[in-house]
């Protein structure tokens, strides 16, 4: 099998949801190789504490290049204690400019219940309209019938579980084994 011919790694759906004064991102377990489940239990959302201030992320990508940046976004928190958006401005600086961490594969999530962005390896740092952000495979799956929901009674959770579950039913890489975590401020 050539290089090119390697079927990759693909897979992961994760959704962030602002409503009612919290913020829920979920994710899905599946990682696939190919059209082969490898796993359907990964754990894509994360929280962290760095210097006891509290965030959640999720990521959707390469899981080593996920948590180099991960790390590296604890850094910048440790460094901008409270300034979410500064550290994520710092962090995609860094992920554009830096030669090795330009070749990092990965979409990041972040939110610290107040404001929520999606970090991407292209130097940006997005505030998403209307209080949804998506990413991975399933994302836009996600992402619209989240942004159906979000006029209904529903609780930013339920808006995210019963996203990802319509993502599931039409992603092949995705599927709904979840990992949920809330957060609010």
Request: some cysteine; proline content about 2%; overall charge negative.
């Amino acid at each position: 099998m050539a290089e090119n011919d390697f079927p990759g790694w693909h897979g992961t759906t994760i959704i962030g949801v602002k409503k009612g004064g919290e913020v829920v991102i979920a994710g899905d377990g599946q990682v696939s190789l190919g059209q082969t489940v490898i796993k359907g239990t990964a754990r894509k959302v994360r929280r962290l504490s760095p210097g006891g201030f509290e965030i959640v992320a999720g990521f959707a990508g390469s899981t080593a290049d996920a948590f180099t940046l991960l790390e590296r976004l604890e850094a910048k928190l440790e460094a901008t204690p409270g300034q979410l958006a500064r550290a994520s401005v710092e962090l995609a600086k860094d992920w554009r400019t830096d030669k090795y961490l330009q070749k990092l594969e990965a979409m990041l999530i972040v939110t610290d219940g107040v404001d929520m962005f999606v970090i991407t390896g292209a130097g940006d740092v997005l505030e998403p309209e209307h209080d949804v952000a998506a990413i991975g495979s399933g994302g836009n799956f996600a992402l619209a019938a989240a942004r159906a929901m979000m006029d209904s009674d529903k609780s930013a959770e339920q808006v995210a579980r019963d996203a990802m579950a319509i993502a599931a039913d039409i992603c092949v890489y995705t599927n709904g084994n979840l990992t949920v975590e809330r957060i609010a401020k």
